[in-house]
């Protein structure tokens, strides 16, 4: 049994700041890639940024150089510093991990945390 756990969603003023959490726990034998995806009403769910073991990143165009992620691999944890908010970032976050585990090779899902950017 593999859980993730977000934390660090809620309500800002554009222009403000948030920061996400979300933490791996259970049958882990390695995370490979760890990421946050968004899903705003009506669209589809997007890649936000993700982050290998080794530290490499990819962001999604719209957030490069207003967000940041970063990891703890010895804590299976990742996080989202979020900067510089816009209404349109408004959706609910997933974390995403995909990696080794005890039941085999794949991808877990958290369950999700809402970000409502509006003054």
């Known amino acids: 049994q593999v859980q993730l756990v977000e934390s660090g969603g809620g309500l800002v003023q554009p222009g403000g700041s948030l920061r996400l959490s979300c933490a791996a726990s259970g049958s882990i034998l390695s995370i490979n890639v760890m990421g946050w995806y968004r899903q705003a009403p009506g669209k589809q769910r997007e890649l936000v940024a993700s982050?290998?073991?080794?530290?490499?990143?990819n962001y999604a165009d719209s957030v490069k150089g207003r967000f940041t992620i970063s990891n703890d691999n010895a804590e299976n944890t990742v996080y989202l510093q979020m900067n510089s908010l816009k209404p349109e970032d408004t959706a609910v976050y997933y974390c995403n991990a995909f990696g080794d585990y005890r039941v085999g090779r794949r991808a877990y899902w958290g369950q999700g945390t809402q970000v409502t950017v509006s003054s």
């Open positions: 982050i290998t073991g080794s530290g490499n990143t």
